[in-house]
């Protein structure tokens, strides 16, 4: 049986991924097959496009390129030349590409299909509305980062792959393994209840795994072999293990940029989480420049530990902030709670805390970057207090990113082909270059100049099928929360 389970296991996973990158052409015949409520988000299903002098930002990280022409087939990207040299077929759907933007879909890997609205130790699963929603945040490719449903989030993974509604292709993390606190987490009794965990889980569809903040270093050691040994990865919102530990275990990214280490905590007690008030002390204590900071950003690197940026949850819990239209998707009595809540918690020491870490935890993201290391993007949506709600969240990441310090090509690498590249799907998504999937954002304005300008982020296009934002967000208004 266990010989049985090396060889199905990882045949599985590489069936599932297959069942997220299928043809193309299979993407858009499938639309046939959603309700006529979704159909109804469709704007372009024809199989050749043509976007008419348009800037393109690749998310390569190269300099925009002004003017252009991008032909697409059948899903796929077929040319990509000067608007002077190019020209579009006789039965090609045209948009006017002039004072717009084609950048990629984003390729996140910290999301939640789960709201936390009303008690944060036991999220409600959205998985129908959160995924339609996350589509309309320019996301088209996404990691869970954590399931507290995962039932539901493989199931509307399935049904996303077999064009039964739209939505991002789905990465399913497991539940939060060392969670005490959340209904839905992994409560473990030490590391040999790990192994079975991982292997049933992945059995069912699991793709990655997720390791919390209470996880012992002898659990998450055998978590981190388990998962290696079926070719799966390993994720840490950490806080008994400090950074080092984990990188030393082998573990694959770390989750909120260095916000949760406990590294440099006066006093740090092996296999045990700091009060919050000591990882405040800490904090406020550490110089992102300095030598310990810059040790251990070098053996990330020489580890290869890939780290998720989430800067959009700490600026909503710093300042309130949140982008226009963004509560009014939420059901009215909810609407009222979450708008309280934000309001309150920006006045608490807890936000004032979070607002005087932020430009730091900038700071080290740059520099993780600067010496060598790969960075992420996503936002932990819905994972605290649901005042980050998918459809706008994404938007504002890529916004503080460039407040970080890096240039827009930068910062949209960071939130697609870097994505890509972890999720080792880069050579069908994660960046505008002929023969991979025709996953694209078309923005009206000039991002590059201006980066507020992803707000006007206009149509999605997942493998060649356009979505109206506009009027994914309009049926939306209102009703998240309840379904």
């Not at 934000?342 to 004032?352: K, N, S």
Request: glycine share 10%.
């Amino acid at each position: 049986m266990r010989r049985l389970l090396r060889i199905a296991l990882p045949l599985l996973v590489l069936l599932l991924a297959a069942t997220s990158s299928w043809t193309a052409t299979a993407q858009q015949a499938a639309a046939g097959r959603m309700s006529a409520e979704d159909r109804a988000f469709i704007a372009y299903d024809q199989p050749i496009i043509f976007f008419a002098n348009v800037q393109v930002v690749d998310g390569t990280g190269a300099p925009p390129r002004r003017n252009m022409s991008v032909l697409i087939e059948n899903g796929r990207i077929a040319r990509i030349a000067p608007a002077d040299e190019l020209r579009p077929p006789a039965s090609a759907a045209i948009i006017d590409g002039s004072g717009r933007t084609l950048l990629p879909g984003f390729v996140m890997l910290h999301e939640h299909l789960i709201l936390s609205a009303l008690r944060a130790d036991a999220p409600v699963p959205l998985a129908q509305s959160f995924s339609r929603l996350y589509l309309a945040g320019g996301v088209t490719t996404q990691r869970t980062a954590g399931s507290f449903s995962p039932y539901a989030d493989i199931d509307v993974a399935h049904a996303i792959g077999a064009g039964r509604q739209p939505g991002p292709d789905l990465d399913v993390t497991s539940p939060l393994f060392g969670d005490d606190l959340h209904v839905g987490g992994i409560h473990l009794r030490g590391p040999e209840q790990v192994a079975p965990a991982i292997r049933y889980l992945a059995s069912a569809g699991i793709t990655s795994f997720k390791a919390y903040q209470n996880i012992t270093r002898a659990e998450l050691g055998a978590l981190i072999r388990t998962a290696h040994g079926l070719h799966l990865r390993v994720a840490g919102h950490l806080c008994s293990v400090t950074f080092r530990e984990a990188a030393e275990l082998g573990i694959d990214s770390l989750e909120h940029g260095f916000f949760p280490m406990t590294d440099f905590v006066a006093g740090k007690q092996p296999d045990l989480c700091p009060s919050a008030a000591q990882q405040a002390a800490a904090r406020a204590a550490l110089d992102p420049d300095g030598p310990a900071v810059g040790d251990l950003v070098r053996l990330l690197i020489a580890r290869h530990v890939t780290v998720t940026s989430t800067l959009s949850v700490f600026d909503m819990y710093a300042t309130g902030w949140h982008l226009d239209g963004e509560l009014a998707l939420l059901a009215p009595g909810l609407r009222d709670v979450v708008a309280r809540h934000l309001d309150e918690t920006a006045a608490t020491p807890t936000g004032r805390a979070l607002a005087a870490a932020l430009p730091k935890l900038m700071r080290m993201e740059r520099r993780f970057v600067a010496m060598g290391g790969t960075l992420v993007s996503g936002t932990d949506t819905g994972g605290y207090f649901g005042g980050q709600l998918p459809g706008y969240s994404s938007l504002r990441q890529l916004e503080l990113l460039v407040q970080a310090g890096f240039s827009f090509p930068e910062a949209l690498r960071i939130q697609t082909l870097n994505g890509a590249r972890f999720l080792g799907r880069a050579a069908e998504i994660g960046s505008i270059e002929v023969g991979k999937r025709a996953d694209l954002l078309l923005i009206d304005g000039d991002p590059v100049a201006d980066p507020r300008a992803v707000e006007r982020l206009r149509l999605v296009f997942k493998a060649g099928v356009g979505y109206d934002r506009s009027r994914i967000l309009a049926a939306m208004r209102g009703q998240v929360g309840s379904w």
